[in-house]
């Protein structure tokens, strides 16, 4: 069982609105050459939470990290113009607080990052560090 740490916050970086799915992120993954979706969970406009990589395996998501991560990936981080921002919807925040509260208490004392925090990114387009804190609220 691999030891958890951090569990790090990512965006698709697609414009608001715009319908897609772990298949769609697997897709684009493996066209990167990878072997297919580097996150651990979607979570898609609905809220829905769809798995990727199973947690069992390390991800491909932040350099440097993934041995020791779980990578949680929201559908959006665009606006309409093509330009950062937090395009989360109440469904995804709702899923986003649920998931992360279950996986802070799978893994005792991982920390939650977004990808911003080691990377010249935007991603995940708001503070995960500032909204989900290092401890429940």
């Known amino acids: 069982m691999r030891h958890i740490k951090e569990i ?3 965006c698709s970086a697609t414009r608001e609105g715009m319908d897609f799915h772990a298949s769609d992120i697997d897709r684009w993954h493996k ?3 990878w072997k297919g979706i580097g996150y651990h969970y979607v ?3 609905d809220g829905t939470i769809e798995t990727g990589r199973d947690t069992s395996q390390i991800g491909a998501h932040c350099t440097g990290h993934n041995r020791h991560s779980i990578g949680i990936c929201y559908i959006g981080g665009l606006d309409e113009y093509g330009n950062p921002a937090d395009t989360r919807t109440p469904a995804q925040k709702a899923a986003m607080a649920r998931l992360i509260h279950e996986l802070r208490s799978r893994y005792p004392g991982s920390i939650v990052y977004g990808h911003r925090d080691f990377a010249a990114k935007a991603c995940p387009c708001f503070d995960a560090r500032a909204e989900y804190g290092l401890e429940e609220k």
């Open 8 to 10: 790090i916050v990512h």
């Open 31 to 33: 066209q990167r050459g």
């Open 43 to 45: 979570i898609d406009l």
